[in-house]
């Protein structure tokens, strides 16, 4: 509520048509729209890659909710991404069971391999590495996470086998997954 | 938070419309209470206070903190009291060595990562942490407090008025659901998650630059010192309070003074305040500053000639000469050349005896008051209809309203304690229709969006009820039976004959209404269909050619409708000024004796002839325009302006100027030296709001305590002011106290004949009527009966106005008001509110800045055919093409130096809404611009060469 006229406020931009489609698609789920952010971040995301500022205040804007009660949501929620991700996430687990089977070291064999640390983006923009606090795997830790699929028992030979996957198409033993 | 502690329930009661009750078992003893009751109410109720953090009764309960948990027999677990509703037979326990083992835990870890500066912090002794603490016997941290934490969060003070100490946040979430549930803004959030978790203004903003609003709910929410008042940072904890009335807006809010000796620490609003239920506003709880802001003046000043310095001088001068003056006047050139002018930003008493001293001791009824030109058409208008002066309903009354009608109101910015009520009635589930040209916040905010908004052009208001109520006949959805048992037959059938013609349909008026005719039905038909529908309307109503025919055109919608005499409908008129409705009460027009009375009835003038012993006159005196035009011909020659900034309020200032440099003795009393005072001869100081003893009525007629936190700082009660020039003029009147003020009041006043302090301190604010019928007041007026005895539809043809667009003057101006600044300004400029708004701007839709080549913050010259004026650009996507915009806070901006001369028929109230103009760019200030700074100029050289003190 500063001076009106000083004001640099961002603007929302204008969702996409797909965006729209599947935003009201949702609203069909809920009682409310209100009850449809999460899922039109998600939306948004997959068509934008991130959730920008301008594309949050354009949902927000279409569901009638503040700003800031987006962001909330948007916070609070590890896979919703408000800075820019490379084209692959990777998600490293670093709670209790998986920190105790030696994923620190596993962070610092990707740091070494990649160049990037975490919340980092590596410079041909193809993977950021971000930690997470539970997979819900503990069984299998340590675990991480790229795109859809989860790789468990990991070792620096899987995240290698696994990266080279996404980077060139080179398959996976099955045994990995 | 509060330091002077009202109880703190936890959660809010249960919904009043519950009747059901259980009984339930806390730590051995029954309590009973409503259905939907909380653990922790209950236990409250019955004096037991659950330990607790997130919780309190102003918010829904969160079940957060984890301290509030209770065991049940019978139950698993220790389920938190804050969420479990009370049920039939529950045996509930408070307190074991088990609960406060838990709340020990919880507590050790609350505190291994907040600051342990008690000591040094500003909430000392005024911190719910710190209580727990002690509650739960906390004597160690096992976990130290070596960990990681959040000791070095940045301070965000941004914000002038308070201050986010984020190192001392316990992330308990109330400032967040005070700024969602109390104030309805949603500026707040928590962002992250777990050890991450934080408060956030914005989308990663400060305070200053997110959506805030500064009501201030989020600091009166923070258990801690993380959310505080930067006032109790500098000065400390207050040590006494004064519950007392705001002074700004209608809405009337109650608040407790917080004070350190005759200091003002805080103002913190009363849970107690029947009008605001513990909510406020910036304005309210922050910009009380202006009352010991250095430009106030404290002593009597006088001067022959307007070009002369002032001389300060002792009261007793001042009363002698103001007298004198006043006396030679009449002498001169008789009675009724002398008058005055009522304030409604004072007491009633203050009013009171104002209006007494002028037809008392003056011996006219030249008295009219400030809300001659705001909401005079509302006091005709719902007298003509339904027999009083005022709004039919309280402002609860919208918690069971199912659709509102806001016409020409924009209550987030004007009336915003109130805005905040009728966003939380809309997010429950009721439906809001707005018609105003320009899109406000109601018609679209953060979980609010209005069903229709009618975005009619200024001036159209009378077509727009016509095609309603000509769209509810036509359709058959009139409630025919409330008509025949409540309304006068005789003006319904004609009534019924007028607005049938298809003049008034929408699709004949539909270009002046935003284009839509269909919608224009389909909002009709909503209303009528609502099975409660209210209206709340505002000055884009009234201050209009037809002001009094739109007032009266609401009122026939809302007979049509069967809409008055129950909970949630009414007509509300949101009235601009804190004591607006009680000045007008108070018998300041020159046709109405206290009451609504007109002069000319023997019996009412018999029993004021008598009570003052002065022969009363059965002429009505002049209106505030017609003092202005006998001024310039010469015939009025002294007034006494009590409390109001007419060079700056009244439209067309040209013209206000000329007559008040014709006048032989203007009298200004005020804090200020206002734009009036340069025209002044004699200037009284007033008192503030913080100094008074009296009484505010608000727009809901709610007569609400106003009590002095500090003593009067110009030696006087104001009313003693002009008690004794009366008494100097040789009219005896004899008070000596405000108190029996009213009881005079009382005694000659039938609507307020069983209001007393006495029963005002006793039992709180009333709402009149308060006589023998009503004795506790009347919270919804017409129930059984229009006060009138039927209902009495008048006939309102759209005539329009004479104020036309054209091809010199092709845009319509129309004027409102913003948050943080407050009418003419004179006191929320003299606070830290100007940061958020310095100065007025125009608001202009894109095509019409495109076609004038204007962009944002360039400088427009704004021109009618009575002046010009200029001020800053906003291209604004709120405007519609051809109309712009503007704000009247700033004397500078001038923006009624454009304004015109018409007004409302029936009772002078200027059009101030609609004015044609054209708007470009330039390069320098207006002509008068450049003139009302030179005068500036010159002023302060007196002022600096004679050593006088100028504003």
């Known amino acids: 509520m500063n001076n009106i006229i000083a004001s640099t406020v961002v603007k929302a931009r204008e969702l996409t048509a797909e965006e729209i489609k599947e935003i009201e698609h949702e609203k069909t789920h809920y009682p ?68 105790m089977l030696g994923c620190d070291s596993l962070q610092g064999h990707i740091t070494k391999n990649l160049g990037i640390e975490y919340g980092e983006t590596t410079k041909d923009d193809m993977f950021t590495l971000l930690p997470v606090p539970c997979l819900g795997a503990c069984d299998k830790s340590p675990v991480m996470m790229i795109g859809r699929e989860t790789y468990t028992h990991l070792t620096a030979e899987k995240i290698d086998q696994a990266i080279a996957h996404y980077r060139d198409g080179t398959p996976v033993d099955q045994d990995l997954e | 938070m509060s330091l002077f502690k009202e109880i703190d329930y936890g959660t809010p009661a249960a919904a009043a419309t519950e009747t059901e009750t259980v009984t339930l078992n806390i730590d051995g003893q029954n ?48 389920p938190a009291s804050c969420t479990t509703p009370a049920e039939e037979g ?33 909430a000392n ?13 906390l004597r160690d941290v096992r976990y130290g407090y070596a960990g990681a934490n959040h000791l070095d969060a940045p301070t965000d003070t941004s914000n002038p008025y308070f201050q986010f100490e984020a190192s001392k946040c316990i ?101 107690s305040g029947k009008a605001n239920d513990g909510h406020s506003c910036i304005k309210g709880r922050f910009a009380f500053g202006y009352s010991t802001h250095k430009d106030r003046i404290m002593k009597p000043m006088l001067r022959e000639n ?45 009013v009171y005896v104002v209006q007494k001293m002028i037809r008392a001791a003056f011996r006219n009824n030249n008295t009219d008051t400030c809300a001659r030109v705001c909401h005079s058409p509302t006091g005709y208008g719902l007298n003509q209809t339904f027999g009083t002066s005022a709004g039919t309903q309280d402002f609860a009354s919208v918690d069971e309203t199912d659709l509102m009608l806001l016409i020409g109101a924009n209550p987030t910015d004007a ?14 589930g009721a439906e809001i229709i707005v018609c105003d040209p320009r899109r406000i916040d109601m018609v679209e905010t953060p979980h609010v969006k209005a069903s229709i908004h009618l975005p009619l052009l200024p001036g159209s208001n009378v077509a727009l009820i016509n095609a309603f109520a000509h769209t509810i006949v036509e359709e058959d959805l009139a409630d025919w039976d409330y008509i025949k048992e409540r309304c006068d037959k005789e003006s319904f059938d004609s009534w019924l004959a007028f607005i049938k013609d298809p003049k008034n349909a929408p699709e004949a008026v539909a270009h002046l209404l935003g284009g839509d005719a269909e919608q224009v039905r389909e909002a009709a038909r909503r209303f009528a269909k609502a099975p409660r529908g209210s209206i709340y309307y505002g000055l884009g109503v009234t201050e209009h050619s037809q002001g009094s025919t739109m007032v009266m055109g609401m009122a026939n919608l809302a007979m049509l409708t069967g809409n008055i005499g129950m909970n949630g409908a009414g007509v509300n008129p949101l009235r601009g000024q804190n004591n607006v409705q009680g000045s007008c009460d108070m018998g300041s027009f020159p046709h109405e004796f206290p009451g609504y009375r007109h002069v000319s009835r023997d019996d009412v003038r018999k029993q004021f002839s008598d009570a003052w012993g002065v022969e009363q006159d059965a002429e009505p005196g002049y209106r505030i325009p017609n003092m202005f035009d006998a001024a310039i011909k010469g015939d009025y020659k002294g007034m006494f302006v009590q409390g109001e900034d007419i060079a700056q309020s009244d439209p067309d200032t040209h013209h206000v100027e000329a007559a008040l440099e014709n006048m032989d003795c203007l009298v200004v009393q005020d804090l200020f030296l206002n734009e009036t005072a340069k025209f002044a001869h004699i200037f009284l100081p007033g008192t503030s709001f913080l100094e008074k003893d009296g009484t505010f009525t608000n727009a809901e007629r709610r007569l609400g305590r106003v009590r002095p936190a500090m003593a009067s700082k110009i030696g006087k009660h104001e009313w003693e002011v002009a008690m004794e020039i009366s008494q100097a003029m040789g009219y005896p009147m004899h008070y000596n106290t405000s108190s029996e003020i009213m009881d005079e009041i009382a005694a000659l006043t039938p609507t ?43 006939i309102t043809e759209f005539v329009p106005t004479e104020e036309k667009v054209t091809k010199k003057f092709p845009l319509i101006l129309t004027t409102g008001r913003i948050l943080s600044q407050y009418n003419v300004g004179a006191q929320t400029r003299r606070t830290e509110n100007n940061q958020w708004f310095p100065e007025d701007i125009l608001e202009i839709h894109e095509e019409d800045a495109a076609d004038r080549n204007i962009k944002d913050g360039d400088l427009i010259k704004i021109a009618s055919r009575k002046g010009e004026t200029t001020m800053h650009a906003l291209v604004s996507d709120r405007m519609q093409p051809g109309v712009v915009y503007t704000t009247f806070h700033n004397p500078l901006s001038g923006a009624n130096v454009v304004t015109t001369e018409f007004s409302d028929w029936a009772t002078s109230c200027p059009e101030y809404k609609v004015t044609a103009v054209q708007v470009g760019i330039t390069d320098s200030m207006s002509k008068w611009q450049e003139q009302y700074l030179a005068y500036n100029e010159e002023r302060r050289k007196v002022a600096e060469e004679t050593g006088e003190t100028v504003d």
């Open chain 2, 171 to 271: 992330v308990c979430s109330r400032c967040v659901r005070a700024c969602e549930e109390v104030q309805g803004t949603f500026a707040l959030t928590i962002s992250g998650n777990g050890f991450e978790s934080k408060v956030s203004a914005g989308v990663e903003e400060d305070f200053m630059s997110s959506e805030c609003v500064s009501c201030g709910a989020c600091v009166q929410a923070c258990p801690t010192a993380t959310l505080m008042e930067k006032s109790v940072a500098e000065i400390g904890t207050p040590e006494h309070s004064v519950e007392t009335t705001c002074a700004y807006c209608g809405v009337g809010c109650t608040f407790n003074a917080e004070m350190k000796g005759d200091q003002v620490v805080r103002m913190v609003p009363s849970k």
């Open chain 2, 752 to 794: 307020f004949a069983g209001v007393s302090f006495e029963r005002l301190d006793n039992e709180g604010s009333m709402q009149w009527p308060v006589n023998d019928e009503a004795p506790n007041g009347t919270p919804i007026m017409h129930i059984d009966k229009f006060v009138r005895g039927k209902g009495n539809f008048k």
């Open chain 1, 32 to 99: 409310y729209t209100q009850a449809v952010g999460l899922e039109a971040l998600k939306i948004v995301q997959k068509y934008q890659g991130w959730v920008s500022d301008e594309s949050l205040l354009a949902v927000a804007k279409y569901l009638e909710i503040a700003p800031d009660e987006l962001e909330g949501v948007a916070t609070f929620f590890n896979m919703i991404f408000r800075r820019p991700v490379g084209k692959h996430v990777i998600l490293l687990c670093d709670s209790v069971a998986c920190w």
């Open chain 2, 31 to 78: 309590v009973t209470v409503p259905k939907g009751t909380s653990i922790m109410r209950a236990a409250q109720m019955v004096g037991t206070t659950i330990p607790k953090l997130c919780a309190t009764d102003s918010l829904e309960a969160f079940g957060s903190c984890r301290l509030c948990l209770v065991e049940i027999d019978g139950r698993r677990g220790t």
């Open chain 2, 306 to 350: 307007t070009s002369d310095p002032w001389r300060e001088v002792e009261w007793e001068e001042a009363i002698s000469y103001t007298a004198k003056r006043f006396m030679e006047i009449q002498e001169q050139y008789g009675r009724k050349s002398i008058g005055g002018i009522t304030s409604s930003r004072t007491t009633n008493e203050e």
């Open chain 2, 415 to 428: 009336h915003p304690v109130f805005a905040s009520r009728m966003k939380k009635r809309l997010r429950a």
């Open chain 2, 90 to 122: 529950l045996v509930v326990h408070t307190e074991n060595d088990k609960l406060n083992k838990l709340r020990k835990g919880v507590m050790e870890l609350y505190i291994s990562d907040h600051p342990l500066d008690c000591l040094t912090c500003s």
């Open chain 2, 125 to 137: 002794g005024d911190c719910e942490l710190q209580d727990m603490a002690g509650a739960v016997g």
